[in-house]
């Protein structure tokens, strides 16, 4: 590698969403958009608790609905997520999308 190569890693994403609350086409959309930013990323979605969307890179929480009751901000992940792939450590994000709850 010459000195004006850039060192490329393959950044692991995985998603956990909940099933119930029906975010698995949240976690879909996400997956697009991190590999439309990083085509070499791996994204995986998993159903898993309810409420939930936890976003781990790398093995590294970067976002938890589940502590922050909203969804992330996408674009703020893939972001995250294409700076690991240039050799930086995941960062946790504070972006998110509005609540979009009414109570009644």
Request: charged content about 25%; hydrophobic content about 35%.
């Amino acid at each position: 590698m010459t000195g004006n190569e850039e060192k490329s890693f393959i950044p692991k994403v995985h998603v956990e969403y909940c099933g119930a609350c029906d975010y698995g086409g949240h976690c879909l959309a996400l997956a697009q958009i991190i590999r439309n930013d990083t085509p070499s990323a791996l994204v995986l979605c998993k159903r898993g608790r309810q409420g939930s969307f936890e976003v781990v890179v790398n093995d590294k929480l970067i976002y938890s609905k589940l502590k922050t009751m909203a969804l992330p901000d996408y674009g703020e992940v893939a972001q995250v997520v294409h700076d690991v792939s240039k050799g930086q450590e995941p960062r946790e994000i504070k972006g998110e999308q509005p609540i979009n709850c009414a109570i009644s």
